[in-house]
């Protein structure tokens, strides 16, 4: 082979591996990148507030279900579901 040959392979080569190395980086980059759209996440005060409301709403829950009402409620249905004839 000449030198002239070998040199056009040599310089394909390499422009085909930093194409490669290229396209490489930018599709592992692309999980990092910032979203496009102007509203693409919470901000920490919704963050906040959806951690008070949530909150908020497990201590309701908890004083609902610990309260007698709901025991004797579920005792009764699971009761008359055990005697029930079938």
Not at 31 to 58: C, H, K, L, Q, W
């Amino acid at each position: 082979m000449s030198t002239h040959i070998t040199s056009r392979i040599a310089a394909r080569t390499l422009t085909t591996s930093a194409t490669l190395v290229r396209r490489s980086r930018a599709v592992l980059a692309r999980p990092f990148r910032a979203p496009a759209g102007a509203d693409a996440g919470m901000s920490t005060v919704e963050y906040a507030v959806g951690t008070i409301a949530a909150a908020a709403f497990g201590a309701v829950l908890y004083t609902v279900v610990s309260g007698d009402s709901i025991p004797d409620a579920l005792g009764g249905i699971i009761e008359q579901a055990l005697n029930t004839s079938v």
